[in-house]
């Protein structure tokens, strides 16, 4: 039975996930076939499937917290909120042998929203691409004001269309998917209520725009479906528990040292049950 991990985005939610990827490198848990992920999830795969313990919760509570990466004061002068291309950039440089692309390990897949179609595609990463997708998957809208151009085509984070890439991995024959969440299990999205701002930041890209409207719609019905998968397919979610407090732009350093904790319990916990820890 074909295994799959999948791990949500949700920016400096992604803490979580980092403490629940450490975990697993900690007991030697990789027997994984593929990995799929979107934006923060993205990234958290490639820090793991490289086997870089504690790099995901460097780039996220030090790299992450530094006003180079993100500045509401820049935003407001006409540049990024969050600069996810200088944050991959100083991963690479500051840790370049943690940063290359995975060879011959678990097969790693990122989603990137085409801004043009509004669907979320998935390449695997390579040598040759891991920039453009890591840089694309993360660029959330309006926040990153570029939208990055992969062979032509413009993209935006990958979270837009497909917030949860599980039915993705199902599609791609996983019949066995642990799925790494960033909110607890009770949250559902809400819809969003400033559609009229949203006419007015993306009316000429009609298709983005319907993407994000439906976000909370695709978002809510992932969680559905996790709830009840396909009878053929088996699912284990590891999800924050309702003390979880960190947010999207979470940038105190405590708490999200907090949340890398959590995140390590609760791998702690699911590797129990899988026999995997001592």
């Not at 400096?12 to 450490?22: H, K, Q, Y």
């Not at 780039?59 to 002068?77: D, G, K, M, N, Q």
């Not at 969003?192 to 930041?201: F, N």
Request: positive net charge; aromatic residues 8%.
């Amino acid at each position: 039975m074909k295994k799959a991990l999948v791990v949500e985005g949700g920016a400096m939610r992604g803490i979580f996930a980092a403490g629940v990827l450490d975990g697993f490198l900690k007991r030697d848990m990789m027997d994984f076939d593929l990995a799929v992920g979107v934006s923060a999830g993205a990234t958290n795969l490639a820090t793991y499937i490289t086997q870089a313990q504690g790099l995901s919760r460097t780039i996220i509570s030090e790299y992450a917290t530094r006003r180079e990466f993100f500045s509401p004061l820049r935003f407001i002068r006409g540049g990024h909120m969050t600069d996810v291309h200088w944050l991959w950039q100083q991963c690479k440089n500051a840790l370049p042998s943690h940063c290359r692309a995975p060879v011959d390990t678990i097969p790693l897949h990122v989603g990137i929203t085409n801004v043009d179609t509004g669907d979320c595609e998935y390449h695997r990463v390579s040598n040759d691409n891991i920039d453009d997708l890591m840089v694309a998957s993360c660029a959330i809208p309006t926040a990153y004001r570029e939208q990055p151009v992969i062979d032509g085509k413009r993209y935006t984070d990958g979270g837009v269309a497909d917030p949860i890439p599980a039915q993705k991995a199902y599609a791609m024959g996983a019949r066995d998917i642990t799925v790494v969440l960033s909110q607890p299990l009770s949250f559902a999205k809400p819809d969003i209520r400033s559609a009229w701002l949203l006419e007015r930041l993306y009316g000429r890209q009609p298709q983005l725009m319907q993407a994000i409207l439906n976000r909370a719609d695709v978002y809510n019905h992932t969680r559905e479906w996790l709830e009840s998968p396909p009878k053929d397919c088996s699912v284990t979610v590891i999800a924050p528990d309702e003390a979880f407090r960190v947010r999207r732009l979470t940038m105190h350093r405590r708490k999200l040292a907090l949340g890398y904790r959590s995140g390590l319990t609760a791998a702690r916990r699911f590797l129990r049950g899988q026999q995997y820890a001592a």
